[in-house]
């Protein structure tokens, strides 16, 4: 699987994320305003997303990439779908404030880095044993959501 594919791969298991967020958030965190402006969403919310996000990217690592022999190219591939993804959540929290880029510059690189470290976190697990199982998915998916929501907890206004 080329670089490329797996960028577009972390595009659409954002999609994926985004869709099943909108779900969650209408069913049990109805409101008035449908402005998806991140300090209006309660923390638990925010925490829950992380949670769900890094399953529906483990799982994307976990089907796709799991197949190569190596462990140095299963992460490098997860580094591709992380970026596809931060990418992705990128210019759906700042389409409207791209005149002022610079001035979120931090935050950015932040998004960056936690859905990279996130996704290279689950394929360490997933890379280092042959045999793959449900153990395994939880293990990946839980090292990366409890990194992710480390984040959201530590960056939550």
């Known amino acids: ?90 210019v759906f929290i700042y389409l409207n404030i791209w005149e002022e880029i610079g001035k979120y510059a931090f935050e950015i690189i932040g998004i960056f880095l936690i859905h990279i470290l996130a996704a290279v976190a689950a394929s360490f697990f997933i890379s280092r044993k042959p045999q793959k199982d449900w153990k395994l998915f939880l293990q990946a998916s839980g090292s990366a959501a409890l990194i992710h929501c480390f984040y959201n907890f530590l960056t939550f206004r």
């Open 1 to 90: 699987m080329k670089n490329i594919e797996l960028f577009f791969l972390g595009i659409f298991s954002a999609f994926l994320a985004l869709f099943f967020q909108a779900i969650l958030f209408f069913l049990f965190y109805q409101s008035s305003s449908l402005v998806l402006a991140l300090p209006e969403f309660p923390l638990s919310f925010i925490l829950i997303s992380g949670i769900m996000e890094e399953i529906i990217k483990t799982s994307f690592i976990f089907k796709k990439i799991s197949n190569f022999n190596s462990q140095k190219n299963i992460i490098s591939y997860a580094i591709f779908l992380g970026t596809g993804f931060a990418a992705t959540e990128i």
